[in-house]
């Protein structure tokens, strides 16, 4: 079994041309000498100009994005080759981290990192990045099951999830990469099932460093379990 985890609509961008002029925005380009739609949306940085862009409350957190990432990627199933991790973007860029890839653990240096590859056209290095949508990603990724993680979903216990999780071959795992709101209807056409796994909304990066460790707990009893029957035969 291989675990995929697709971080999707997740709110990282670089800054819309609608807010490019503002105050806010020329100030932290400027600082960094960077053009101003070459930089990061943050709402860290950028609160005052985000309120006249569509589903402000959805955008402008590339934080949540690496806690989220560095959650999974300093994970032991990750770093054994059994989890590949996936950014899908709301603007329809698709991100995939390479095998045994180490993140910046600084946001600065992740800010800067993230910045290179949204501005790059290329698709090759450690982080490739193809235009898609999470229908054309999840057709790439070709999972045998497919569960989206949020408060809407019906209730599953984590041990459950994880369960049927390691029960499949190539399954696939989708955490909302967004601060506040739910799942666009074009996600959810393309989940098998959608669950809770707790009755609390949880931050992204404990969704997927519980759901993780759960899945890679169950993977190694199954596998001893497995090895104890062939050794009794």
């Known amino acids: 079994m291989r675990l995929n985890v697709v971080i999707a609509e997740a709110a990282l961008e670089l800054v819309p041309g609608e807010i490019r002029r503002s105050p806010a925005v020329w100030k932290d380009a400027e600082k960094r000498g960077l053009e ?9 940085f950028h609160h005052s100009a985000m309120a006249r862009l569509k589903e402000d409350f959805k955008r402008g957190r590339p934080d949540l994005v690496h806690s989220t990432l560095l959650s999974m990627t300093c994970s032991p199933l990750y770093i054994e ?39 790059a056209s290329d698709e090759g290095g450690l982080i490739v990045k193809r235009q898609g949508t999470i229908k054309d990603l999840l057709r790439g990724i070709a999972p045998d099951w497919v569960c989206g993680l949020s408060t809407q979903g019906a209730t599953m216990s984590l041990e459950g999830l994880a369960a049927k999780l390691t029960s499949k071959g190539n399954p696939c795992a989708i ?11 074009t996600t959810l056409k393309e989940l098998d099932e959608l669950v809770r796994i707790d009755a609390r ?13 759960e899945v890679e707990k169950q993977a190694r009893e199954g596998e001893a379990s497995k090895r104890s029957d062939e050794r009794s035969q």
Request: a positive charge; proline letters at 7%; zero cysteines.
């Open 81 to 119: 080759g059994r989890l590949r991790v996936f950014v899908h973007t709301r603007g329809d860029l698709t991100l995939e981290i390479a095998e045994k890839t180490r993140l910046p653990k600084n946001y600065l240096r992740f800010r800067g990192l993230m910045e290179k590859v949204l501005v």
């Open 175 to 185: 955490i909302g990469g967004f601060p506040h709101g739910h799942f666009s209807p």
């Open 36 to 44: 101003p739609t070459r930089i990061l949306l943050d709402r860290s």
């Open 201 to 213: 909304p949880l931050d992204a990066h404990v969704v997927a460093s519980r759901l993780v460790y």
